[in-house]
C-alpha cells in the first residue's frame, strides 16, 4: 500500500516513521494505518469520518437507508442533533394560511 506514494523519500520517512497504535500503545504499521496513509477506506473504523463512510457503503440500496435513518432518528439523542431543515420539513416549506393569503391579496 505505501508503494502508493509516489514520493519515494516521502514514503521511506513514512515507512521508517510508524503510526502510534492506541489500542497497542506501540508504534506499529497496520493494514489499517497504511490505508489511512494513502486515503484507502479501512477495514475498522476509528475516526467519526471513518465510521460514517463505512455505515454509508453498508446502506447503498434505498429501502434500506430509509428504514436505517427511520431507526436513528427515534433515538432521542440523534433527533435532537439534527439540524431543522426548512427545505425538507413539507410544514415549514409550504407557506401558512395566513401567509398564504396575504401573498394572494398582494397579487
Known amino acids: 500500500m505505501l508503494a502508493s506514494v509516489k514520493d519515494e523519500a516521502e514514503r521511506w520517512a513514512a515507512i521508517e516513521d510508524p503510526p502510534f497504535n492506541q489500542r497497542t ?3 506499529r504499521w497496520t493494514p489499517d494505518s497504511a490505508k489511512r496513509l494513502v486515503g484507502q477506506r479501512v477495514e475498522h473504523p476509528v475516526t467519526v469520518e471513518e465510521k460514517v463512510q463505512a455505515v454509508t457503503d453498508l446502506v447503498r440500496d434505498d429501502d434500506v437507508a430509509g428504514q436505517v435513518a427511520t431507526g436513528l432518528l427515534r433515538r432521542p439523542a440523534v433527533s ?5 431543515d426548512q427545505a425538507t420539513d413539507p410544514e415549514e416549506a409550504s407557506p ?3 401567509e398564504e393569503a396575504d401573498a394572494h391579496r398582494l397579487i
Open 96 to 98: 401558512r394560511r395566513g
Open 80 to 84: 435532537s442533533h439534527h439540524p431543522h
Open 25 to 27: 500503545g506501540q508504534r
